[in-house]
């Protein structure tokens, strides 16, 4: 069935790079997202990249997709505290037309 | 509004008691899900809108659970005789059509079952 998977945790020191890293399962994903939840708040959308893309860079952000291992990474450069968040991955399952999100990365960021 | 608008933000119901939480999609959005998001959990999916489809339910734990979209339009997800481990935050999202590549999210209604 499908699967999206995450790490639930990681830490960084503020002004380092942040790499969140995905893995899923559908061999037909049309996109791929990353989603920022703050706590509290709803979620936000970050970025996405549609499945024929290897990156997308916006700003801050640079994702990666490695289709061919079915692995997507969300890199923050200069890691800020206001990015402490927890950062969901999703898979737009196509056959389907449903969003199978991971559990979530919580990143931390420590001084 | 522009964004996709939920209520109640906030609900504290009796375990038992039948709840409604609505969804107002953003204007002109033919897509729209229901997620649920547990404390400490990943996102679970529960139904899936797109258009005069028959919707997709696949992810509604049981048959207390149900929703409909009236008018192609706004959404309401009802859960009758609530259980404590129904208490989660529900989120509902929209997105222009089912290829997804700009799906919106609601800040959630938060449901608390005591």
């Known amino acids: 069935g499908e699967d999206v998977e995450q790490s639930l945790f990681l830490s960084v020191r503020e002004g380092d790079s942040s790499v969140i890293n995905c893995t899923y399962t559908?061999?037909?994903?049309?996109?791929l997202y990353w989603y920022k939840q703050e706590p509290g708040a709803g979620l936000q959308l970050l970025t996405y990249?549609?499945?024929?893309?290897d990156m997308k860079q916006d700003q801050r952000l640079t994702v990666l997709l490695n289709k061919k291992d079915k692995h997507l990474s969300l890199r923050i450069a200069d890691t800020q505290t206001g990015d402490s968040a927890i950062y969901f991955c999703?898979?737009?399952?196509?056959?389907?037309?449903?969003?199978?999100f991971g559990s979530g990365t919580r990143l931390s960021i420590r001084p | 509004g522009a964004g996709v608008s939920q209520s109640p933000s906030n609900k504290v119901t009796e375990k038992g008691k039948d709840v409604e939480l609505r969804c107002d999609p953003i204007?002109?959005?033919?897509?729209l899900y229901w997620y649920r998001q547990s404390l400490g959990q990943g996102l679970e999916f529960l139904i899936y809108?797109?258009?005069?489809?028959?919707?997709?339910k696949s992810g509604l734990p049981s048959d207390r659970f149900s929703a409909e979209r009236t008018g192609g339009s706004v959404s309401t997800l009802t859960i009758q005789r609530t259980q404590q481990e129904d208490s989660a935050v529900y989120l509902c999202?929209?997105?222009?059509?089912?290829?997804?590549?700009?799906?919106?999210f609601g800040e959630g209604s938060w449901l608390t079952v005591v």
């Open positions: 999202a929209s997105s222009l059509h089912s290829s997804g590549n700009t799906i919106y």
């Open positions: 559908d061999s037909s994903s049309t996109y």
């Open positions: 990249i549609f499945s024929n893309m």
């Open positions: 999703a898979d737009l399952y196509s056959s389907a037309s449903k969003i199978i």
């Open positions: 204007s002109g959005h033919t897509a």
């Open positions: 809108f797109q258009g005069n489809s028959a919707p997709d």
